[in-house]
């Protein structure tokens, strides 16, 4: 079982996940202005074209995925992502109710929200979800949803990981071994593309039993997507179903735009 990573960010130049380096953008601008100072001015343009063109790797409007919890039976589910509208700078965030055992999402359960004031340098856009989150208190209250009870991870794609269609992976905890293939396929170009996706899942225990599920609707086209990827498969608090975290690829005049969905299925009784 992998470690749980925090919110990363999507490179447009290779549709790679990676973790955006702060560190490493304050260390090369440093690197820069001592350069200026012990070499002189001729080497400033050099520099600043190699700094600003490694800060473009991560343009593009990304949203962050946030868990948020189940309900104390585990059936229910509660999701949300945020981020910064890359044209605008305008702040924006949606959160999702899912009921778990149908795979759908419940009454009133999809929340959207885009501010329209812009944000400073510096601001990811997450006060957009804290805000939203306020406006869901009775939705989160009538279904007993818990910010604690996030689960338990199974997989998580690392930063820089190149995505696989076919996992196979075991939880040393319960001593289930998981067999997954993502199938996928799109049609269409530019703006008129649209793609599918579903899930073969085979699950087989410690004593050898396996079951074979099928998760998702393999012919429910997505307009304007692209791809799909797993990042993230999760455990609920009661282990009788998974929560299928999934990165979309969703096409955009200004590069490729980065947003999140569910895709859940009951795994035991």
Same mark, same amino acid.
């Given at each position: 079982?992998?470690?749980?990573?925090?919110?990363? %960010?999507?490179?447009?130049?290779? =549709?790679?996940?990676?973790?955006?380096?702060?560190?490493?953008?304050?260390?090369?601008?440093?690197?820069?202005?001592? /350069?200026?100072?012990?070499? !002189?001015?001729?080497?400033?343009?050099?520099?600043?074209?190699?700094?600003?063109?490694?800060?473009?790797?991560?343009?593009?409007?990304? %949203?962050?995925?946030?868990?948020?919890?189940?309900?104390?039976?585990?059936?229910?589910?509660?999701?949300? @992502?945020? #981020?910064?509208?890359?044209?605008?700078?305008?702040?924006?965030?949606?959160?999702?109710?899912?009921? +778990?055992?149908? *795979?759908?999402?419940?009454?009133?359960?999809?929340?959207?929200? @885009?501010?329209?004031?812009?944000?400073?340098?510096?601001?990811?856009?997450?006060? /957009?979800?804290?805000?939203?989150?306020?406006?869901?208190?009775?939705?989160?209250?009538?279904?007993?949803?818990?910010?604690?009870?996030? #689960?338990?991870?199974? =997989?998580?794609?690392?930063?820089?990981?190149? $995505?696989?269609?076919?996992?196979?992976?075991?939880?040393?905890?319960?001593? *289930?071994?998981?067999?997954?293939?993502?199938?996928?396929?799109?049609? &269409?170009? &530019?703006?008129?593309?649209? /793609?599918?996706?579903?899930?073969?899942?085979?699950?087989?225990?410690?004593?050898?039993?396996?079951?074979?599920?099928?998760?998702?609707?393999?012919? =429910?086209?997505?307009?304007?997507?692209? !791809? =799909?990827?797993?990042?993230?498969?999760?455990?609920? $608090?009661?282990?009788?179903?998974?929560?299928?975290?999934? @990165?979309?690829?969703? +096409?955009?005049? %200004?590069?490729?735009?980065?947003?999140?969905?569910?895709?859940? +299925?009951?795994?035991?009784?």
């Amino acid at each position: 079982m992998l470690l749980p990573l925090e919110s990363c %960010a999507f490179s447009a130049k290779n =549709y790679q996940v990676q973790r955006p380096n702060i560190l490493v953008g304050t260390f090369a601008f440093r690197t820069l202005v001592a /350069a200026v100072n012990d070499v !002189g001015r001729t080497i400033y343009p050099i520099l600043l074209i190699i700094f600003l063109s490694t800060a473009c790797l991560f343009a593009g409007d990304i %949203a962050n995925f946030q868990n948020l919890g189940f309900s104390a039976d585990s059936r229910y589910f509660m999701f949300g @992502q945020y #981020g910064i509208n890359e044209k605008t700078s305008l702040p924006y965030a949606d959160i999702f109710f899912v009921n +778990v055992k149908s *795979n759908t999402f419940l009454p009133q359960g999809v929340k959207h929200v @885009q501010f329209r004031e812009p944000v400073k340098p510096g601001n990811d856009g997450r006060g /957009a979800l804290f805000n939203l989150l306020e406006e869901s208190y009775n939705l989160t209250k009538k279904y007993n949803i818990s910010h604690i009870a996030t #689960g338990r991870f199974l =997989y998580i794609l690392l930063d820089g990981e190149k $995505p696989k269609a076919e996992l196979s992976f075991r939880d040393f905890q319960s001593g *289930n071994k998981y067999n997954i293939t993502l199938s996928q396929k799109s049609r &269409g170009e &530019g703006k008129n593309i649209e /793609a599918a996706f579903h899930i073969v899942l085979t699950i087989e225990d410690k004593s050898g039993k396996s079951r074979n599920l099928v998760v998702g609707l393999p012919n =429910y086209w997505r307009s304007g997507v692209r !791809g =799909y990827r797993i990042k993230r498969i999760i455990l609920a $608090p009661d282990e009788k179903s998974l929560i299928f975290m999934i @990165q979309k690829e969703e +096409v955009n005049s %200004a590069g490729p735009n980065i947003r999140f969905m569910v895709e859940t +299925v009951v795994t035991g009784s």
